[in-house]
């Protein structure tokens, strides 16, 4: 759920706008508040205009890890109680935003309140925070409201909802009966279950998800725990990857053996999704990346359909 760390700014023609989460970016465009971002994350790419913005928001890690590699400097940031992100304190000052949206979701995902200090300490006057928190879609959803109220923009924040909800009731699901067993991997190596709205959107698509926990982080699991979850697909969704770089990350990341015995696997059955703009960003996209998921799951039932006639 949304949190208000101090009085939100009035809405007005001139407000400026920091954003430290990519979908935050998203959230404040769809809502018409493109001129008024102001400050947006490296990661910050959609709508495309929001690469024309400052970034204020900076990786502590070089680019081109491997992933394995990833997850140890990660692991040795947070045991040193290091962040991540390093926030670019003079363009803020610059800036003089008048509201900043970030997240207390995840330490690793996005800037967090605790990457806040220092900076509010030099900006004058103290802008607005409003903090996002969401574990499931409808939280997700909630927070398209908050920041409609952070922002004087609140008919468009329920409009966008409902254009959204409305989009996902729609959506053509498996029969019940028929539905296919999905494992969501958020990282390849060491392997990850997806979490938080990620079970859920498989079930609104007509899935199964074998592991992964509703409204619950993502979480390690070993690779006997996947062959014993014994998945009809695969979605490959590395938290911050793009389809073409999940891609290309199924060609070199060194799987176990077990990897190779799974049914899944055996049957080509292991699709690279794209994260970043269908799945691990909680906004307004997720409702696409439901459909693609239901897209995807029909067309595995119905190969599945066809072999077993053929067989």
């Not at 800037?111 to 409808?138: F, I, N, R, Y």
């Not at 998945?231 to 389809?243: E, T």
Request: overall charge negative; glycine content about 6%; proline content about 8%.
């Amino acid at each position: 759920m949304p949190t208000q760390t101090s009085s939100i700014h009035e809405a007005r023609g001139d407000l400026r706008i920091c954003s430290f989460l990519p979908s935050g970016t998203e959230i404040l465009f769809a809502l018409g508040l493109g001129d008024s971002v102001m400050g947006v994350t490296f990661e910050c790419d959609y709508p495309p205009e929001a690469r024309t913005k400052p970034i204020v928001v900076h990786s502590q890690l070089p680019s081109g890890l491997p992933e394995r590699e990833i997850d140890r400097q990660v692991r040795e940031f947070s045991e040193r109680g290091q962040s991540l992100y390093r926030l670019d304190a003079e363009k803020l000052r610059k800036i003089k935003p008048h509201l900043i949206i970030t997240q207390a979701l995840c330490q690793v995902c996005a800037a967090s309140p605790d990457d806040l200090g220092p900076a509010l300490e030099v900006l004058c006057p103290v802008p607005a925070v409003l903090t996002l928190s969401p574990h499931s879609l409808q939280d997700v959803w909630e927070d398209i409201i908050a920041v409609g109220h952070a922002t004087g923009r609140v008919t468009q924040a329920r409009e966008l909802v409902t254009m959204l909800t409305g989009q996902i009731a729609n959506v053509e699901r498996t029969p019940s009966d028929t539905r296919l067993r999905v494992l969501c991997l958020e990282w390849l190596d060491p392997p990850f279950v997806a979490g938080h709205w990620v079970p859920e959107m498989v079930a609104l698509a007509g899935g199964v998800d074998v592991l992964g926990r509703v409204g619950q982080p993502g979480f390690q699991v070993s690779w006997e725990e996947i062959a014993a979850s014994d998945p009809d697909l695969i979605l490959a969704m590395p938290c911050g990857y793009h389809q073409a770089d999940v891609e290309l990350e199924l060609g070199i990341v060194h799987f176990p053996p077990v990897w190779h015995s799974l049914r899944a696997v055996r049957n080509n059955h292991v699709f690279p999704m794209d994260a970043s703009s269908h799945f691990s960003r909680p906004g307004p996209r997720l409702a696409l990346g439901i459909a693609t998921m239901a897209e995807l799951f029909a067309r595995c039932r119905r190969s599945s359909t066809v072999n077993a006639v053929q067989a």
